[in-house]
């Protein structure tokens, strides 16, 4: 799931580049205000990106954490389970022995 978010984020990133690179190149402005422009675009363009990616680390993190705590519940379930089955085997043996 993170990768499919992570993915629609990086298409909606170079799109949204494009787009300005684009608008950018046929307004009637001068060099140097295209290139501050750009400079300015190119800068809140890593700034998005650079907070979509922290989320998605975060997000991450978290998941891995939970499937950690769900692995150590379902071990301590297992567990249960095979000492249960123990103690049921342990007295079908003295009942029947």
């Not at 799109?15 to 290139?35: E, I, K, V």
């Not at 700034?47 to 680390?57: E, F, M, N, R």
């Not at 939970?66 to 007295?91: C, P, Q, T, Y």
Request: net charge positive; aromatic share 6%.
């Amino acid at each position: 799931m993170a990768d499919r978010a992570a993915g629609k984020m990086m298409w909606f990133a170079a799109g949204l580049g494009l787009g300005t690179a684009l608008a950018m190149l046929y307004a009637p402005t001068s060099g140097r205000d295209m290139r501050r422009k750009i400079a300015e675009k190119t800068s809140q363009g890593r700034t998005v990106l650079a907070d979509g990616s922290k989320d998605l680390y975060d997000k991450g993190k978290r998941m891995v954490e939970r499937g950690r705590r769900l692995a150590e519940e379902a071990s301590i379930l297992f567990e249960r389970g095979r000492k249960l089955v123990e103690e049921v085997m342990g007295n079908d043996e003295y009942a029947h022995g």
